[in-house]
């Protein structure tokens, strides 16, 4: 089965229940890099999760692309502009993946996507990741006055890395779609962490990012 879910809580099971006032939050994580060892990507989200965790307990839902993602294909398409209550059973078990990436979504509370530029753009699976969650009525909606994002109230990390282009620059565009992409959901509350330029400056580029971890608060003092 592709993209294995996986979830799990950073501290002890509590010995009294849990109020929904202590419910943990939830971090959605999302790695692009198909590179499971040597990534940087992968380190600084490693690195970036533990720091927004470290005073609470959390709960994690990780999403790896290099598990494989499917494309949208016509079969998808027509599933999914087929009103929900006329679906088939094929119609429903094409979408069930787009609709559990889009379940993951909506159960978190922060994002944190580990981003590598391939040629200027995002990784293909990272691009087929965005065409399952992009869904009208669902992610986003149609209004009079153009789409409206469904999203809100989330907030977004993007852990950006490059050899050469320039996170922000004109070159880039992985970072600057993502950013686009997410305000089109609604999630207009994202940082960027640059790890970008490692081919000319390595530890630069890569000390840059930490400082900017470093300056994180935890996901329970950020959304209190």
């Not at 006032?21 to 499971?36: C, G, H, V």
């Not at 429903?92 to 530029?117: K, R």
């Not at 969650?133 to 490059?162: D, H, M, Q, W």
Request: glycine share 6%; with cysteine; aromatic share 4%.
């Amino acid at each position: 089965m592709l993209l294995n879910r996986q979830i799990r809580l950073s501290a002890k099971e509590p010995k009294m229940p849990i109020t929904a006032e202590q419910t943990p939050k939830t971090i959605l994580r999302i790695d692009a890099s198909m590179r499971r060892t040597g990534s940087s990507s992968r380190l600084l989200s490693d690195e970036l999760i533990a720091k927004l965790s470290a005073e609470e307990s959390h709960r994690i839902i990780n999403r790896d692309l290099a598990d494989g993602i499917p494309l949208i294909n016509e079969n998808w398409i027509n599933a999914n502009f087929t009103p929900e209550e006329d679906r088939t059973a094929e119609q429903l078990e094409t979408l069930a993946l787009s609709d559990a990436l889009v379940g993951e979504l909506m159960e978190s509370d922060t994002l944190v996507i580990g981003l590598p530029i391939y040629n200027f753009g995002v990784p293909a699976a990272l691009k087929a990741w965005i065409d399952l969650v992009c869904r009208a009525r669902l992610t986003f909606k149609y209004t009079e006055n153009g789409p409206v994002g469904l999203l809100e109230g989330r907030k977004a990390y993007i852990v950006v890395a490059s050899g050469g282009t320039a996170a922000g620059s004109e070159i880039d565009y992985a970072a600057r779609y993502m950013q686009h992409v997410l305000g089109f959901i609604g999630i207009h509350d994202v940082e960027v962490i640059d790890a970008s330029g490692q081919m000319i400056d390595t530890d630069a580029a890569l000390s840059r990012a930490r400082e900017h971890i470093s300056r994180q608060e935890s996901v329970l003092a950020a959304v209190a």
